[in-house]
């Protein structure tokens, strides 16, 4: 073999394993994380070490991806950024919950018990953990489906969401940028109702394993392709849409991990052969610093501004 068969050949693997990882990526990243997650915990390990072992097993190889095979160059994060959505995905994402969780379950746990009220019949805790965690996907899908239309349609609530829509890239780190205050309503719906009806620590992990990964792809710059999985899972070729930056195209695709009810309900969104445009607000200079998105919310219209914000970067 010549130096140029040579070449062409190695070429010709590199092309295939790319189009094998952009097919096969996601479903490797997620089905393997749930098998990372159930093996830890069958073996004894505590269900929290075993959930966060597989989404940081699956954030290491989704970071991968987008350095490997990026869905566009110019969605590589800058350093501001990246210290804004790491000061985002600490505090909104990982203590705020735990915070939530010991106030409130322990709030509403003492008033079901001093009423000799129980809610544990409304949940089947015989079947197996995952059909119970595949039961919570739906049902909790169901009510952030009408959550975030809600946070898009009425204006009050859609200049805390806006935060979210404020990053002009995509990359897996900024799936965590949301405002405290939207975060513990979203809480109050996806989380706090199957706490409360005593969904076991194992159903609660393995419903947080998918959740994460599929919310780190969903946000990311991976170059995938899901198929007929874009019918079922609220991925990230369907969720660059929802970040356009023309209302008529970001209204669409409000799944938080699954996409049946954006199908059921007409908000499906996902044009053939074409891309997404710019993403972000109207205003492109609304603030992107941790600390100033704190306020953002407090000043109307903020986000449709075209000059700049009279708020602090």
């Known amino acids: 073999?010549?130096?140029?068969?040579?070449?062409?050949?190695?070429?010709?693997?590199?092309?295939?394993?790319?189009?094998?990882?952009?097919?096969?990526?996601?479903?490797?990243?997620?089905?393997?994380?749930?098998?990372?997650?159930?093996?830890?915990?069958?073996?004894?390990?505590?269900?929290?070490?075993?959930?966060?072992?597989?989404?940081?097993?699956?954030?290491?190889?989704?970071?991968?991806?987008?350095?490997?095979?990026?869905?566009?160059?110019?969605?590589?994060?800058?350093?501001?950024?990246?210290?804004?959505?790491?000061?985002?995905?600490?505090?909104?994402?990982?203590?705020?919950?735990?915070?939530?969780?010991?106030?409130?379950?322990?709030?509403?746990?003492g008033w079901l018990h001093e009423g000799d009220l129980t809610l544990g019949g409304l949940w089947p805790h015989s079947w197996p953990v995952w059909l119970q965690a595949a039961l919570m996907l739906v049902v909790a899908d169901f009510f952030r489906y009408w959550l975030h239309r809600a946070f898009h349609r009425l204006p009050f609530m859609w200049r805390w969401h806006a935060v979210h829509h404020s990053p002009h890239r995509l990359y897996w780190l900024n799936v965590g940028r949301f405002h405290p205050a939207e975060k513990a309503v979203q809480y109050c719906v996806d989380a706090l109702p199957f706490v409360l009806v005593g969904v076991g620590t194992e159903v609660l992990a393995a419903y947080f394993v998918f959740y994460a990964l599929n919310g780190f792809y969903q946000h990311s710059n991976c170059d995938v392709r899901l198929g007929w999985l874009n019918y079922l899972i609220s991925g990230p070729e369907l969720h660059r849409w929802h970040h356009s930056e023309l209302p008529a195209e970001s209204d669409h695709n409000y799944g938080n991990n699954l996409i049946i009810w954006d199908l059921l309900f007409g908000t499906r969104f996902l044009p053939a052969d074409s891309a997404v445009g710019r993403l972000g607000l109207l205003n492109r200079d609304y603030p992107k610093g941790f600390v100033a998105q704190m306020r953002t919310p407090l000043i109307r219209s903020l986000d449709k501004q075209t000059t700049p914000a009279a708020i602090s970067k």
């Open 1 to 109: 073999m010549t130096a140029g068969e040579s070449d062409l050949a190695a070429h010709g693997r590199s092309v295939g394993l790319a189009w094998v990882a952009v097919r096969a990526s996601y479903p490797f990243v997620i089905l393997g994380g749930i098998a990372i997650y159930a093996v830890l915990a069958l073996s004894g390990v505590p269900v929290a070490v075993a959930s966060y072992a597989a989404v940081l097993v699956g954030a290491g190889l989704v970071t991968l991806h987008e350095v490997a095979l990026p869905y566009r160059a110019e969605w590589r994060p800058e350093g501001g950024d990246l210290r804004a959505d790491v000061a985002f995905m600490v505090s909104v994402q990982v203590v705020l919950p735990l915070l939530l969780s010991l106030a409130a379950v322990t709030a509403f746990a």
